[in-house]
């Protein structure tokens, strides 16, 4: 089963994180740190398997955003790294080619379409149709909400 | 109010990403956190809108990694708000924050059991969620059947379904109770019929979970299993959402195939062919293609399927097949594929038939040994590890020996260890065995754990043809200018034994090879020093005919160390002599040391718990389910004590009837005259003292607590230990019979007390030392050159602690006052004792507070340094960057501007640096520097005599390599620019401690052969420098 998903940026800031099993604080943040000074120092060419006090993880690459996802050892790896990928279509389709600042200002949106994918830590909807449809579903109750955001997310980016 | 409530959340982002540095992120989000804990606080009232906002903002800066330690409840309330929008962001922020046991989750179970048999689909789906993602064993009890129901029921809609059967997976996995076997094997056959296939993912997981607990229960679902994978891989109804790069969904065909591994066998030979004809298609029908995500896709079903195929045990064409596949895996280039390659043929392994395929890749196997990326190289060196055998054993542990010269630090230990234990299970000979060991120690010996070198002893020992050869060798090694330790340790005991046996060879007299030992002895440690004794006494035994000067030499050297700061040397040197003088008695005691009994290695022991740290599916598991070759002859008999810092092997146990030959005093000598440490074999000799002393010694074990402590020669006592000594006054003026390091204490810190002294170097308040009784905490203020420290001693029992005495030894650096300490600790009290310290100069050395106090009739002895360091007595100060440069300049050059490379340093971040540095109170100065690799500090040091000195410390890094850095410090005293620089390195790079015994007394608290530090190889690097 997938024990926690989180994202870093190549500066080592954390984006998202999820914990499918139960880490206390000070263990969340040990996680992060030591994987923040793991993975984002691996060169390029390298696998995508990182192996970690027994366990496995697996992790993208997308611009400036590492996303990982943490395994027991004989969980399928490739499996894994394609969840990743489902997971960053499904986010490129609802931002319309996503950036870090999406998620950086909606980060809220990204836990909602991330619950809308894995649960319990495993694969819940691989249709990304589907997904896409629930998550325009949930957003019509606050759509005004987020209009207002995305505009503010807008102006943001051209700020930059 | 919504648009602000939003706006607002967007403007603290924006805030916080605008902020220049840590610190002044840490302003804004403490300052969002007052703001958010006012409203909590003082808006009973609080809009849903509102509450949403803040609680948003929370699981923002949470994220951030800050820690917020209110607001958890607003967040929790949130979820029985009325209205959706709400109610989504209490459910979801609450499963980010919480953990499955906290308390607040047990106070809304009631409202989310409504959420789940409520008719709101949207709710159910929430909640569901939230069940499923940080549900505990109390949801388990209170939801499951409310679960069940909705993953079974026909009314439901997919979506509530798909999310119901996760959600039960977990409550599963929390409590294995909540599915009852006998209604849900045909409850399960029938949700594999499930058409939809988003419901069917998560059903699938579901399933591998049951399975997994309960094949037997399960059998009938075998076949719709099949069906399962016989749609998918024809794809025969996939709808196109559910294909993945044309692909259909690979996870479903992933998780079927992974349950299907859970039953041992496939009896129907029908369902047996499906599956068959189904993994021959994917086995031969699965190509590289160029888009990289259908690729990885296919492959994790060609895996998954191999898996299959190995478990199934299919015929061997089949398998075959499989080998095939994996041998042309680990020769592709592209590295997830290669990884996997490695992985799943050392998988393989397991199966019977196919070795001598999976040998015919070895020399592929062998470059992925060389691979730039360490995952690859992890995989490799298993897989080799695996297969090694007496047929390629020489090939194998040849490469292995090879790559340790440019393997990196993370794997040399590991490396080393495994080619130690492939040596010695599948020597073809036994020569070649020692070979390998003594190449190993040569090239690697920094990761060479004692354990190796105590089991060449051991076979040398054991094997007599053996011993010449050994000798030999020890002998060629020891030509070398530059030798590794360990290697002066193996060759003065090897040469110590048997140089008798070399005599006639040209070099190889007693002298000539107590020469060219000597010559190693200035450079070695203590614990070195002490085998080198004994091998001079051994020496020294076979000088026939007797040399006169060979003998004065040798003595010469014992009487230098009769003297010695360390007891165990200076014990062997005093015992040496006496022996020396008991003429033909020295033969009998130096005697050739006895066969050891077998025992199991330590080392494939060593190897299993090195794997925690590696991956589970490793070969060591395999190999110690192998058999041994018979080149060299083991067995198991007795479990070695390996695990003390020390490694003692044991307790040699000499035939009693060679001792007694000796020893005619005491026939008891039998069970405590031999110990061993450090893995070398202390003879103990009757000494010039009276019986009745010795008997007191041997027996019990205060007596051997006793004497070494008082045996300790009065500078010891100046030594900056960190250590703990039982004393006992009786046993004062009788010898040691047993090394200190064997002492059984029965009073053992239960702090890491080196640790703890670090640790209150950088920081001013903390506990200093713990044992059982006491509490010593320590509470420190500093203000220039004065420290004011106030020592806590809290009694932890319900009697007094008697007999305190607190004595400091302090440094000539430091004027020192210590006021009166109570004799007496009354029971669950804590008493202060204030100190005031004066600093004179700058220094490293360390004031060392001598404790002792009694209980019962136990006396305690707790030598514990004092964290007034350097470091306290400065004060970070700003400068500007002329300032800086002007300063810069005119102190050009040694001593007053000093410079060093160090290596091994401890991998930090600048960012961590820099905290590193604000805690020795170092003011980093960011903006001087423009590289930004470099970091620039400043401070002032205070003294009595100098007042405040600036002091510019300058640290280039190098991005790519955090292991080393340039450390630059001026100022304007030389003995500070010196005592500063030495003293800021000791915090950057890693120093071995003595960390899990604080028993072991005196001994070189920096030695750099302490095993424990064999984990890290930053470690084993200060130790070199």
């Not at chain 2, 091998?535 to 003297?563: C, G, V």
């Not at chain 2, 340093?905 to 540095?917: C, D, Q, T």
């Not at chain 2, 340039?966 to 401690?993: C, W």
Request: with cysteine; net charge negative; charged share 20%.
């Amino acid at each position: 089963m997938i024990h926690f998903v989180i994202l870093i940026s190549r500066q080592g800031k954390v984006r998202l994180t999820k914990w499918y099993s139960p880490y206390q604080q000070k263990e969340r943040s040990t996680v992060i740190r030591e994987l923040s000074g793991l993975i984002p120092t691996r060169g390029p060419k390298l696998c995508n398997f990182v192996e970690w006090k027994g366990y496995k993880v697996v992790y993208r690459r997308y611009a400036s955003l590492y996303f990982c996802i943490c395994i027991d050892p004989d969980d399928n790896e490739l499996e894994i790294l394609e969840i990743i990928h489902h997971f960053v279509e499904i986010l490129d389709r609802y931002f319309g080619s996503v950036c870090e600042l999406d998620l950086i200002f909606n980060f809220h949106k990204a836990y909602y379409i991330l619950d809308e994918i894995l649960i319990a830590g495993e694969l819940q909807e691989s249709s990304k149709k589907t997904v896409a449809r629930l998550i325009a579903a949930q957003d019509s109750p606050v759509e005004t909400a987020k209009e207002e955001a995305s505009s503010i997310s807008n102006m943001m980016s051209q700020a930059m | 109010m919504a648009l602000t409530g939003m706006r607002g959340l967007s403007v603290f982002i924006s805030d916080v990403r605008n902020c220049q540095n840590k610190e002044q992120e840490r302003l804004r989000v403490d300052k969002e956190l007052g703001n958010i804990r006012t409203r909590f606080k003082n808006e009973k009232a609080l809009t849903h809108y509102k509450k949403k906002k803040y609680v948003w903002k929370m699981l923002y800066i949470y994220m951030l990694g800050y820690d917020v330690d209110f607001g958890h409840m607003e967040a929790v309330s949130l979820i029985s708000a009325p209205k959706y929008p709400e109610k989504q962001v209490g459910y979801i922020v609450t499963s980010c924050l919480l953990t499955e046991n906290h308390e607040f989750l047990r106070m809304v179970i009631n409202t989310v059991r409504n959420d789940i048999i409520g008719r709101n689909e949207t709710f159910q789906c929430l909640a569901l969620t939230m069940v499923g993602n940080i549900g505990g064993k109390e949801f388990s009890e209170s939801l499951a059947t409310d679960v069940q129901k909705l993953l079974v029921s026909s009314s439901c809609r997919p979506l509530v379904r798909k999310k119901a059967a996760l959600c039960l997976l977990r409550l599963y996995r929390k409590n294995p109770d909540v599915v009852n076997i006998d209604g849900w094997s045909d409850r399960m056959s029938q949700l594999l019929d499930e058409r939809d296939l988003g419901v069917l993912t998560s059903v699938m997981s579901l399933f591998v979970a049951l399975v997994s607990n309960n094949v037997e229960a399960y059998w009938n679902c075998l076949p719709k299993c099949v069906k399962i994978l016989e749609r998918l891989g024809r794809n025969q109804d996939v709808p196109q959402e559910y294909t993945y790069h044309g692909i259909p969904s690979p996870w479903i065909q992933v998780k079927t195939m992974r349950a299907l591994q859970y039953f041992p066998t496939i009896e129907d030979p029908n369902t047996k062919r499906a599956l068959f004809e189904v993994l021959q298609r994917i086995l031969m029908g699965t190509d590289v293609v160029k888009n990289v995500n259908k690729n990885n896709a296919a492959h994790a079903i060609l895996f998954e399927a191999l898996a299959l195929v190995v478990h199934l045990d299919a015929e061997k064409e089949m398998m075959s097949q499989c080998v095939a596949l994996l041998g042309k895996f680990v020769a592709v280039r592209e590295p997830n594929i290669r990884y996997l390659g490695l992985e799943n043929m050392t998988r393989m392994l397991l199966v019977s038939d196919v070795q001598d395929i999976i040998k015919s890749h070895q020399a592929q196997i062998i470059i992925s040994l060389k691979d730039p990326d360490i995952s690859i190289r992890r995989r490799a060196l298993d897989l080799l590890y695996g297969m090694c055998d007496v047929t390629n054993a020489k090939d194998i542990v040849e490469e292995l020996l090879q790559y340790l010269n440019t393997a990196d630090f993370a794997m040399r230990e590991e490396l080393a260890l495994k080619a130690a234990i492939l040596a010695e299970k599948f020597a073809p000979d036994l020569s070649w065995y020692v070979d390998v060991i003594l190449q190993l120690i040569d090239k690697a010996g920094d990761f060479v754990s004692d354990d190796i070198w105590y089991r060449v002893v051991q076979f040398v020992t054991n094997n007599e043809d053996l011993q010449p050869y050994a000798a030999t060798k020890a002998r060629e090694y020891l030509e070398k200018p530059v030798l590794h330790e360990t290697m002066v340790k193996v060759s003065a005991y090897l040469l110590g034994e048997y140089n008798h046996l070399l005599a006639r060879r040209t070099g190889c007299t007693p002298k000539e090879i107590f020469i060219i030992i000597n010559e190693k002895l200035p450079t070695v440690t203590t614990s070195t020093v002490a085998i080198v004794l004994s091998t001079y006494a051994k020496i020294l035994m076979h000088n026939h005919p007797p040399d006169p000067e060979l003998q004065e030499q040798i003595w010469s050297i014992f009487r230098k160390y009769e003297s010695y700061i360390d007891v165990e040397i200076q014990q062997r040197a005093v015992e040496y002599i006496a022996l020396c003088n008991k003429g033909a008695a020295l033969v009998d005691v130096l005697a050739e040391m006895p066969k050891f009994p077998e025992r199991q290695s330590a080392l494939l022991k060593k190897a299993e718990v090195a794997e925690v740290d590696t991956a589970e599916q490793s070969a060591i598991r395999i190999r110690s389910q192998q058999q041994t070759s018979n080149a060299l002859v083991v067995t198991d008999q007795r479990p070695t004590e390996g695990s003390l810092p020390v490694s003692q092997l044991g307790v040699v146990r000499m035939p009693s009837g060679k001792m007694e030959a000796s020893t005619q005093d005491q026939t008891s000598f039998q069970d405590q005259g031999m110990t061993k440490e450090n893995g070398v074999i202390t003879e103990v000799v009757p000494q010039d003292v009276p019986p009745a002393d010795l008997l007191g010694d041997l027996l019990g074990p205060l007596a051997i607590n006793g004497s070494p402590a008082t045996a300790v020669p009065v500078e010891q006592r100046n030594q900056n230990l960190l250590s703990v000594v039982e004393a006992t006054p009786e046993a004062a003026g009788s010898l040691a019979l047993t090394t200190v390091d064997n002492q059984p204490n029965s009073i053992q810190p239960i702090v890491n007390i080196a640790e703890r002294f670090n640790e209150l170097c950088l920081k001013d308040s903390g506990v200093l030392y713990e044992d059982l009784h006491i509490q010593i905490g320590i509470k420190a203020e500093w203000q220039a050159h004065h420290g004011h420290i106030v020592l806590f001693l809290g009694n932890k029992n319900t009697s007094p602690l008697v007999s305190v005495q607190a004595l400091i030894l302090p440094p000539t650096h430091l004027k020192m006052e210590l006021s009166l300490v109570p004799e007496t600790v009354p029971p669950r009290a804590q008493v202060q004792c204030p100190l005031e310290f004066v600093n004179l100069r700058a220094s490293r050395d360390v004031a060392v507070l001598d404790f002792s106090y009694k209980f019962g009739t136990a006396m305690v002895y707790v030598k514990l340094r004092l964290p007034a360091v350097i470091n306290k007595f400065l004060q970070p100060i700003s400068v500007t960057a002329e300032e800086f440069f002007a300063q810069w300049k005119s102190l050009s050059g040694p001593p007053l501007k000093l410079q060093e490379v160090l290596r091994g340093v401890k991998p930090l971040s600048l960012p961590e640096m820099a905290n590193l540095f604000t805690s020795l109170h170092l003011a980093v100065n960011p903006g001087i520097d423009t590289n930004p690799n470099n970091l620039i500090a400043c401070t002032t040091f205070y003294s009595e005599s100098t007042r405040a000195t600036l002091c510019l410390i300058r640290v280039e890094t190098d991005p790519s390599d955090r292991t080393q850095l340039r450390i630059t410090i001026a100022s304007g005293d030389p003995t500070l620019t010196f005592e500063l620089k030495e003293s800021i390195k000791e915090y950057l790079v890693n120093i071995p401690t003595q960390t899990s015994s604080a028993v072991v007394a005196p001994s070189q608290p920096q030695s750099p052969v302490t095993p424990v530090a064999y984990n890290d190889p930053g470690a084993m690097l200060a130790g070199l420098l």
